[in-house]
């Protein structure tokens, strides 16, 4: 049985703090310098996948609480899209 999660915060920190207590891995959807490819990343069972702004990306600090972080390879220009497409592929 597959459940899915939706929380509606004001704040990340506080809700990924409890849900990484209660097991779930933190996986963000960011290009960093240390981001694996989405493709070839296997995904714990348990697993909260964050999005961050289209514009910023993640905060800095909600990537430190992240247990890794995939990105969708894009090739040419631009390098990025936007997020709403993004949910679809991921």
Do not use: W
């Not at 209660?22 to 070839?40: A, D, H, I, M």
């Amino acid at each position: 049985m597959l459940l899915q999660l939706i929380l509606l915060c004001r704040t990340l920190k506080h809700p990924l703090l409890r849900l990484k207590k209660e097991g779930y891995s933190l996986v963000g959807l960011e290009q960093t310098s240390n981001s694996s490819p989405l493709f070839g990343f296997e995904f714990p069972r348990k697993t909260v996948i964050v999005v961050g702004n289209e514009a910023k990306g993640i905060p800095e600090d909600i990537l430190e609480l992240l247990d890794a972080v995939v990105e969708i390879p894009v090739y040419g220009l631009p390098y990025r899209c936007a997020v709403y497409p993004l949910h679809s592929l991921s």
